[in-house]
């Protein structure tokens, strides 16, 4: 059901790979409630997706960007207010990668020239967004921004790596970046932190099966999947939530918030027995 949540809204929606990614599903929502957009990734990740199926579903422009180059995120804000035919309403930051995660590296044999490019690929990148919008002017007063998060970045998960780091980092770029925002132009900025989600980032996890049933069974509602996820970001762009900003969302059925599930200790009971 749609809501005209975002009708008349200019939006910017990166990472979107193939209909598992949540910044997919957030595309589709965003033009069922009414916005218009342009669709943005690394020229490598396109090659490896089908963004341009998705593109033809929403009737938006694609425009490649590496989302590590300043000139590329330049491009990127000026054609999309070129394209969409005025400011911007809204951002998904939907972008995150670590190359020691992704080759298993020990958290303790780091690789830290990746450790560095995983940061400027999962979080400086936020803060370049963010800069180049201001710089250009690019975003409308009350816009939103949105970027894609995890709980590793308050507790510790091995199987997770640096990434943990650079969710940390992703959350107080958000903080930092959306006082300067908000008392400019009001804009909000804010970071949602998701269930475990079957994606092609997030199966690419050693151990992630193991652990999205864990989750799945500590949380009271289950898994968030990446349409729900996709509905809360359609939320936090719409003028419902104008006053929200600065702030880590948990997205992830109640898991950040319980100690031990009744379920879990009937499991290990029985294990015991």
């Known amino acids: 059901m749609a809501y005209g949540l975002l009708k008349g809204k200019r939006g910017i929606i990166s990472g979107a790979l193939d209909e598992n990614s949540i910044a997919w599903q957030v595309a589709l929502k965003a033009k069922e409630e009414g916005a218009i957009f342009t669709l943005t990734n690394a020229p490598i990740a396109m090659r490896m997706g089908a963004i341009n199926n998705l593109a033809e579903q929403c009737d938006a422009q694609i425009i490649p ?36 995660v992704r080759k298993s ?47 590793a970045a308050q507790r510790t998960y091995s199987f997770y790596g640096d990434m943990a780091e650079a969710k940390a980092m992703l959350e107080s770029i958000a903080r930092s970046y959306g006082y300067r925002y908000g008392k400019a132009k009001n804009v909000r900025v804010n970071t949602i932190s998701q269930s475990p989600t079957v ?39 719409s003028d419902l939530t104008r006053f929200v900003t600065m702030q880590n969302l948990y997205h992830d059925g109640g898991y950040s918030a319980t100690g031990i599930s009744e379920e879990l200790v009937q499991m290990i009971q029985q294990q015991n027995q």
């Open 199 to 237: 994606t092609k980032a997030g199966s690419g996890i050693e151990g992630f099966d193991a652990f999205y049933e864990f989750a799945d069974k500590m949380s009271p509602l289950g898994n968030a999947t990446a349409k729900d996820c996709a509905n809360y970001a359609i939320s936090m762009f």
């Open 65 to 100: 960007a590496d989302a590590t180059s300043v000139e590329d995120i330049e491009n990127l804000f000026s054609k999309s207010t070129e394209i969409l035919g005025g400011k911007i309403d809204f951002v998904l930051h939907s972008i995150g990668m670590s190359l020691n």
């Open 105 to 151: 590296k020990e958290y303790g044999d780091l690789n830290y020239e990746w450790m560095q490019k995983g940061l400027d690929i999962s979080a400086i990148s936020l803060h370049k967004f963010l800069q180049v919008a201001e710089k250009q002017d690019a975003l409308s007063e009350w816009a939103s921004v949105v970027a894609l998060s995890y709980i």
